[in-house]
């Protein structure tokens, strides 16, 4: 439980200083494409890691369910991938990161989808 409090915590202190930074600092050098991109992947960046927190909370409630760990790592993986290509892709505006994002975007659906079966098992 208290790992995904921590990252939850850190993924939420990252989102706020990317998010700053895409504001103020990416003005200098950034298309406002690219600062677009920048900013959809701090919003979703910050949607999961309260996302992790919430896994952290659910498995005080449902300390036997398993699933939920499982269901916190995909998250992980999920802003890593989705977050970090949109970052790199605003950042940079090489296309070559575009494919990944979708793959994180997957590992969203998955973590929820596998969160919700986690509980429904529980119940």
Known sequence: MKIFVMLGAINMA????????????????????QIT???????????????????AVLLKQFPQAHGLRTG????LAGII??????YLLGLTG???FGPVTPVGGVCFIVAWIWTFWAVLKEI
């Open 14 to 33: 990252l989102g706020v200083v990317l998010g700053a930074f895409g504001a103020h600092g990416l003005k200098q050098f950034a298309s406002p494409e």
């Open 37 to 55: 991109v920048f900013q959809t992947g701090v919003q979703y960046q910050i949607y999961h890691a309260l996302g992790l927190l919430l896994v």
């Open 94 to 96: 090489n296309k070559i």
């Open 81 to 86: 991938l989705f977050s970090g290509s949109l």
């Open 72 to 75: 916190g790592w995909i998250m």
